[in-house]
C-alpha cells in the first residue's frame, strides 16, 4: 500500500515549456485534490476531482489544467510554463467529505 | 468565504514542556478539522482527524480539541521532545468540498 505518490519529484522547466505532473493513490479514494506551497502564501487549491472523470477549479485554477480518467490518478499539466509557477506541488486524496486527507511527497518545480 | 487562522505563527520551547497551538475558523458549518504536520522539504502527515460531531481526538501525547460554535480548535503536544520541531497546519473540510488550511505555526523545540 503506496498511499499517495507523485511523479516526478524534482523538474527544471524552461518559460513555455509544457509538462504534466502525475498523481496516483491505491486507496480508492473517491476525492483527489492539487494544491501549490509557496513560502508566506501557505497551501493553495489548484483543482480538484470528487470521482472519475470529474474535475473542479479551486482557488488559483489559471495556467493549469487536470484530468481524472482513472479513479486512481489526477494529472496536473501546464500548457505554458512561467516563472510564476516555480512552487512545490502536492496531491492530495481522501474518502469522501469526511475522510481523513493523505498528502503524497510533493514535486518541487522551478521555471527559469 | 472560509478563513483559517493560526496563532503564534512561530514558537519555541525547551525539551519537556507541555504546549497549546491554536487554530479558529470564521464558518462554523465545517464536516471536520484535521491536523497536519510538515518537516522541511517534506510533505504533510496527517496526526489528527476531528469530525464536527466529536469534542476531541488523542493520539499517544498529542491531544486535539475541536469547539465548532465559537471556531476553535487547539493541538495539545505533552512533554514536547526535539523530534517534534516542525510545522504545524490546521485545515478545515466544509460543503465545498475542499479543505481550507491555516498558515501553519512553526514550532521548535530545544534540547
Known amino acids: 500500500n503506496a498511499g499517495v505518490t507523485q511523479t516526478p519529484k524534482f523538474r527544471v522547466l524552461k518559460t513555455g515549456q509544457s509538462m504534466t505532473l502525475l498523481c496516483a493513490q491505491d486507496?480508492?479514494?473517491?476525492?483527489m485534490y492539487w494544491y501549490r506551497q509557496d513560502p508566506g502564501m501557505g497551501l493553495r487549491l489548484i483543482h480538484y476531482?470528487?470521482?472519475?472523470?470529474?474535475?473542479a477549479k479551486g482557488e488559483v485554477p489559471d495556467g493549469y489544467n487536470v484530468s481524472r480518467l482513472k479513479k486512481q490518478n489526477f494529472l496536473l499539466g501546464l500548457e505554458s510554463a512561467a516563472p510564476s509557477q516555480t512552487s512545490v506541488y502536492f496531491c492530495?486524496?481522501?474518502?469522501?467529505?469526511?475522510?481523513?486527507?493523505?498528502f503524497g511527497p510533493g514535486t518541487r518545480l522551478t521555471v527559469t | 468565504k472560509q478563513e483559517v487562522t493560526q496563532i503564534p505563527a512561530a514558537l519555541s520551547v525547551p525539551e519537556g514542556e507541555n504546549l497549546v497551538l491554536n487554530c479558529s475558523f470564521t464558518?462554523?458549518?465545517?464536516?471536520?478539522l484535521q491536523w497536519f504536520r510538515q518537516d522541511p522539504g517534506k510533505g504533510l502527515t496527517s496526526l489528527l482527524l476531528?469530525?464536527?460531531?466529536?469534542r476531541e481526538q488523542t493520539s499517544g501525547r498529542l491531544n486535539a480539541s475541536l469547539d465548532k460554535s465559537s471556531g476553535r480548535s487547539t493541538l495539545y503536544i505533552a512533554a514536547s521532545q526535539p523530534g517534534d520541531s516542525a510545522t504545524y497546519l490546521c485545515?478545515?473540510?466544509?460543503?465545498?468540498?475542499?479543505?481550507?488550511f491555516g498558515s501553519g505555526t512553526q514550532l521548535t523545540v530545544l534540547p
Open positions: 476531528i469530525q464536527s460531531s466529536q
Open positions: 476531482s470528487v470521482g472519475e472523470g470529474t474535475t
Open positions: 492530495a486524496s481522501r474518502h469522501g467529505e469526511r475522510g481523513e486527507q493523505y
Open positions: 486507496m480508492n479514494h473517491e476525492y
Open positions: 485545515a478545515v473540510a466544509g460543503s465545498a468540498r475542499q479543505l481550507t
Open positions: 464558518d462554523s458549518a465545517i464536516y471536520n
